[in-house]
């Protein structure tokens, strides 16, 4: 009998260990997702990690009021990384136009620093289906045949729908924890018949000014809860952003060689089905 109460007890840790194991695998995989559609897209890959960090952190006891934040700001920490990756990966083959770059990323750190500390008590059901709503709009009006693409050079034009399309971005992307390239990317086809692939490296901009803002938000608020785990700052889980972080960024680079070399066709149709699943999740959410 006290055979068997010891091997019980050997066992747990034996369990525990091998749970944890697959749990950071599945970290490292969703941060390769998450960093194949920063470099592919210019969004954020949450649609990936804050689900799977939502599942990890409940079985870990995090108090449930907080739950879905931890969740989200975690996920933002580590799109850091990716955002940057991708940024430079772009940089690198001459898909990011500088200027207005600056200007869509200036206007996602207003938009985010406008709306992140809000976000942090998290928009009721009928935001997240208005959000919904517009993101297939959005895939309807991606998938249509596109205006005559545009190669931004001097003079820029538009400074104030550079800004703008930058401001909502940021805006929607600190709300809803998702990459601000869902929003921003179909806006410059529409409003400035930018390029698809154009418009995706100038998108990695606002991926990387949001999260970065988004981030700083949700750590400062987050003081003000009770820490869930000795490992977090605030809201955010260091080492699951730091394994996320660690696949997300290698990830991102390779997203944007892949961005530079599939038809722009192809690259559109997996965008629309992208903004698909994500508006589905928000209106069925």
């Known amino acids: 009998m006290v055979n068997r109460a010891a091997a019980g007890v050997a066992a ?4 525990k260990a091998r749970w944890a194991m ?4 599945l970290y490292l995989a969703a941060g390769t997702g998450a960093g194949l559609l920063a470099g592919l897209f210019g969004v954020g890959g949450g649609i990936v990690m804050v689900p799977l960090l939502y599942f990890a952190f409940r079985s870990q006891g995090f108090a449930a009021a907080t739950l879905f ?5 975690t996920s933002l920490a580590a799109i850091i990384a990716s955002g940057l990756s991708a940024l430079a ?25 406008a709306v992140a500390s809000w976000a942090v008590a998290r928009p009721g059901a009928g935001w997240r289906v208005c959000f919904g709503l517009f993101l297939w709009s959005a895939a309807w009006l991606v998938s249509r045949r596109p205006h005559p693409a545009t190669r ?18 940021g805006a929607l992307s600190a709300a809803f924890g998702v990459g601000g390239g869902v929003v921003a990317v179909p806006l410059m086809g529409v409003l400035l018949h930018v390029e698809f692939r154009r418009a995706v ?17 949700y750590l400062v608020a987050g ?63």
Request: charged letters at 10%.
């Open 201 to 217: 490296g100038n998108a990695t901009a606002v991926l990387a000014s949001s999260a970065i803002i988004s981030t700083a938000v």
């Open 69 to 73: 934040q931890c969740a989200t700001a």
């Open 152 to 169: 931004v050079a001097p003079p820029y034009p538009a400074t104030g729908r550079w800004l703008a399309i930058g401001l909502a971005s």
């Open 223 to 285: 003081q003000q809860w009770i820490a869930t785990s000795h490992a977090s700052l605030g809201l955010i889980h260091l080492p699951s952003a730091v394994a996320l972080a660690l696949a997300a960024t290698p990830a991102a680079q390779v997203g944007g060689w892949l961005a530079h070399r599939l038809p722009e066709r192809l690259l559109r149709t997996l965008f629309v089905a992208l903004l698909l699943l994500t508006g589905g999740g928000m209106v069925l959410g």
């Open 12 to 15: 747990q840790p034996r369990g």
């Open 89 to 113: 990966a772009h940089g690198r083959r001459h898909n990011v136009d500088w200027r207005p770059a600056g200007l869509l990323a200036l206007g996602a750190a207003l938009g985010a620093a």
């Open 22 to 25: 697959v749990e950071w695998l």
